[in-house]
């Protein structure tokens, strides 16, 4: 029987939801004429417009897809349709060797994937000693002057944070976007976009409806204690300056920190979130450590229209080695080495809302830029409050579902009003419903 995940975990992978639909459509052995799996992969070709039908396959260790029809989504309906229906009807597939066509791209996979272990080797190898001392200097020169790019733009957001204060939060609500999107230019061009990012983030506050000036209080408050921060940054603790510098926007060499030691554990893929944010696609995905009981973050990025890496399946459970960023609290890694293919998820951790919370507090309390947090809360039912939705457990704690959650009736279904398990991001205020484990199997919200 070949490995398989539930239609619910499939059409997760849709790009968006013209492609689950016209994936399910083709979800049918009439529309192929011929299909064909091995333990590592999945085949077929599929009739379409073209006077050659065309030929889809996928890597199942992933999965990964590749078709030859001229989508430009990623995954295509026809990768969509083949995976469902390895799902739901296994029987319409012969076993056997892949053919030649699926066997050369699976062959480029491997050669790719060795020569990505091949570079983060040479990253981390000594280097001609004239040569590194060259590379050395160079990077220095160039780090030297991104610094004072962003020292003088945190200079400038600082007497920017002073006139907000001085003029009072309340004028904030009758300003322009002006106001926002000024000083946030000004702080990409000081090479600092964490910076930018979260003064973007500001600018929706103050039209948020009732409560708006605490919460951007809270943000102005963040934001100050971020840059003063960096101001003193060789006085703080090395844990602690790699959290600043990331808030600030410093990225780190992935290749480098590839090759540092990784933590192995089976690592349930408890959640997965696609958003736009600066003009860019990001795909954040959850990770929980079965063995470790602790969260990491994996993200992924793509410009628009470029298809997103969506290797990591929400309901799934993979042997695996990650490495996880520096911080005083570690939260973001990288997938360094598989150790073989996935396995479905057998269940969904979860504490009680105040033990969950309780974390979330410590994780703020070392980093206090953490702006979303894994909840993996146990025993809770779904209710409607008023226009929005809250989920209590069995001690009458209640929190507070995101206001853009659009699923509160599909989560009471599940429920049936009964406790149920849920994962989602916390952000201080309310919960987003990413997954749940209700009735012995897990879905996505």
């Given at each position: 029987m070949p490995p398989t995940l539930t239609a619910d975990q499939i059409l997760a992978l849709a790009p968006d939801s013209a492609s689950a639909k016209?994936?399910?459509?083709?979800?049918?052995?009439?529309?192929?004429?011929?299909?064909?799996?091995?333990?590592?992969?999945?085949?077929g070709e599929c009739q379409g417009s073209a006077r050659e039908p065309y030929r889809t396959q996928i890597d199942l260790d992933e999965?990964?897809?590749?078709?030859?029809?001229?989508?430009?989504?990623?995954?295509?309906?026809?990768?969509?349709?083949?995976?469902?229906?390895?799902?739901?009807?296994?029987?319409?597939?012969?076993?056997?060797?892949?053919?030649?066509?699926?066997?050369?791209?699976?062959?480029?996979?491997?050669?790719?994937?060795?020569?990505?272990?091949?570079?983060?080797?040479?990253?981390?190898?000594?280097?001609?000693?004239?040569?590194?001392?060259?590379?050395?200097?160079?990077?220095?020169?160039?780090?030297?002057?991104?610094?004072?790019?962003?020292?003088?733009?945190?200079?400038?957001?600082g007497r920017w944070l002073r006139d907000m204060v001085r003029?009072?939060?309340?004028?904030?609500?009758?300003?322009?976007?002006?106001?926002?999107?000024?000083?946030?230019?000004?702080m990409v061009d000081a090479q600092a976009p964490g910076l930018a990012r979260m003064i973007r983030d500001m600018a929706g506050v103050p039209?948020?409806?009732?409560?708006?000036?605490?919460?951007?209080?809270?943000?102005?408050?963040?934001?100050?204690?971020?840059?003063?921060?960096?101001?003193?940054?060789?006085t703080l603790p090395s844990e602690e300056q790699a959290d600043v510098r990331a808030a600030v926007g410093w990225a780190l060499n992935q290749d480098e920190l590839l090759a540092a030691a990784g933590v192995r554990d089976r690592w349930l893929v408890v959640g997965q979130h696609a958003e736009e944010e600066e003009h860019l696609r990001v795909l954040r995905t959850w990770l929980w450590g079965a063995g470790a009981a602790r969260p990491a973050l994996v993200l992924a990025f793509a410009a628009p229209g470029q298809p997103l890496d969506r290797g990591l399946v929400p309901g799934t459970a993979?042997?695996?080695?990650?490495?996880?960023?520096?911080?005083?609290?570690?939260?973001?890694?990288?997938?360094?080495?598989?150790?073989?293919?996935?396995?479905?998820?057998?269940?969904?951790?979860?504490?009680?809302?105040?033990?969950?919370?309780?974390?979330?507090?410590?994780?703020?309390?070392?980093?206090p830029w953490i702006e979303r947090f894994p909840l993996a809360i146990a025993g809770v039912t779904p209710l409607r409050d008023g226009e929005g939705w809250l989920?209590?457990?069995?001690?009458?704690?209640?929190?507070?579902?995101?206001?853009?959650?659009?699923?509160?009736?599909?989560?009471?279904?599940?429920?049936?009003?009964?406790?149920l398990a849920l994962f989602g991001e916390w952000d201080g205020d309310a919960l987003l419903p990413l997954s749940a484990w209700a009735e012995g199997r897990f879905v996505v919200l």
């Open positions: 016209a994936g399910q459509g083709l979800a049918s052995p009439r529309k192929w004429v011929a299909l064909g799996w091995s333990e590592r992969a999945a085949w999965p990964a897809f590749r078709c030859s029809c001229p989508s430009r989504k990623f995954p295509c309906k026809h990768g969509l349709g083949l995976l469902l229906m390895l799902a739901s009807q296994p029987a319409a597939f012969t076993q056997g060797a892949p053919p030649p066509w699926v066997a050369e791209w699976l062959t480029k996979r491997d050669q790719s994937a060795q020569q990505r272990a091949v570079k983060q080797e040479r990253a981390t190898a000594p280097a001609d000693a004239g040569a590194q001392k060259q590379r050395t200097a160079a990077q220095a020169r160039s780090v030297a002057a991104r610094e004072a790019k962003v020292a003088a733009g945190v200079e400038e957001l003029q009072g939060l309340a004028s904030a609500q009758g300003r322009p976007d002006s106001l926002w999107e000024t000083i946030a230019a000004r039209a948020s409806g009732e409560g708006w000036q605490e919460r951007l209080l809270e943000r102005l408050a963040r934001l100050f204690l971020l840059i003063e921060g960096y101001r003193r940054l060789e993979l042997d695996a080695e990650i490495v996880f960023f520096p911080g005083a609290y570690q939260l973001r890694a990288l997938v360094k080495r598989r150790h073989g293919p996935p396995s479905p998820l057998d269940r969904l951790p979860g504490a009680s809302i105040a033990a969950a919370t309780a974390a979330y507090a410590t994780a703020l309390a070392r980093s989920v209590r457990d069995a001690n009458g704690l209640v929190l507070p579902l995101a206001r853009r959650f659009a699923r509160g009736w599909r989560l009471l279904a599940l429920s049936g009003g009964q406790p």
